[in-house]
């Protein structure tokens, strides 16, 4: 994932307050990802660096020294930056979709670590990757050994009103908006939703057409940009991650489709990380994207 370069004349364009005053801008909160933020910065430092980029919200990593999930807390309480959802870390390692049963139980009791941070941070959501295909599993087989595993984490999380929001990545899994539909619904749970990532789909899709297909079960939303790109001289292709609006995502045909489903919540922004003056530009294009305003080039 490369970062492009980028406008910086507007950086400190206050993000909030132009979009309030927009009135066809999405009722769709700003959050951005934990890790994208300097790592050198205490946590207290990192959340209110975000706080004075213009985010709303932060997305966090699954916490498992309780000494860190409490500073996070504190750090979210003091600058007034809510945790709206945690990043379970273990499904790669550990997939649910694992034939061996130690495998699973780690990764069950990885994301209770997950839903058990997110209660202590008042976060909706916990976002799951609901299995793995690989040499090792089949697609039948992690379509059918993900589901029980993930079902035995619903209880836990109807406890703490918490919602699993399985998303889809690059595992070779769940490849069309109709199948990701239907494996949300086999759960039959209000709180099992979809975590949809508009980047992760366009190597097989059109992130509008998923969108429209899932509809109510979305219940968060990664927002990043994809760029194909040939060489004129060996025409070969290349993809690469890239900022906001650099990229080849119809960032146009996304407002519209969130506003047909009538989407009301949280988006977060899933890229390479940075400092402050990217951060706030990062910012600015987002509040383009939600209204309906983003155009190439930025």
């Not at 379970?88 to 009791?109: G, I, R, T």
């Not at 087989?141 to 406890?159: M, V």
């Not at 190597?203 to 968060?220: A, C, E, H, N």
Request: aromatic fraction near 10%; hydrophobic fraction near 40%.
């Amino acid at each position: 994932m490369l970062r492009r370069t980028f406008l910086q004349s507007t950086a400190a364009l206050a993000c909030v307050s132009a979009a309030r005053a927009n009135s066809a801008r999405l009722p769709i909160a700003m959050a951005v990802e934990y890790n994208m933020l300097p790592a050198k910065l205490s946590i207290l430092d990192r959340f209110q660096l975000a706080k004075d980029c213009g985010f709303e919200r932060i997305e966090c990593p699954t916490t498992k020294d309780p000494a860190d999930a409490e500073s996070m807390k504190a750090a979210s309480e003091k600058t007034g930056l809510p945790i709206h959802s945690v990043m379970n870390s273990d499904h790669w390692k550990y997939p649910f979709s694992s034939a061996d049963p130690e495998v699973v139980a780690k990764s069950l009791e990885g994301a209770r670590v997950s839903i058990r941070n997110a209660h202590l941070w008042g976060a909706e959501t916990v976002l799951l990757v609901p299995a793995v295909v690989n040499a090792q599993t089949t697609y039948k087989q992690a379509y059918e050994r993900s589901q029980p595993a993930i079902r035995q984490l619903i209880p836990l999380a109807e406890e703490v009103k918490v919602t699993l929001a399985l998303e889809e990545v690059w595992n070779k899994f769940l490849l069309s908006p109709l199948e990701f539909a239907r494996y949300i619904d086999e759960y039959d749970s209000p709180r099992v939703r979809a975590y949809f990532d508009v980047g992760n789909v366009v190597l097989y899709g059109y992130p509008q057409d998923w969108i429209r297909t899932l509809g109510k079960r979305i219940v968060k939303l990664h927002f990043k940009d994809f760029s194909f790109r040939r060489d004129p001289a060996t025409k070969k292709l290349t993809a690469e991650w890239v900022s906001l609006g650099e990229g080849d995502i119809d960032w146009k045909a996304i407002y519209d489709a969130l506003g047909d489903i009538g989407y009301k919540g949280t988006a977060t922004l899933e890229l390479e990380g940075g400092e402050a003056t990217y951060l706030k530009e990062m910012c600015r294009r987002f509040n383009l994207i939600l209204s309906g305003e983003l155009k190439r080039p930025v």
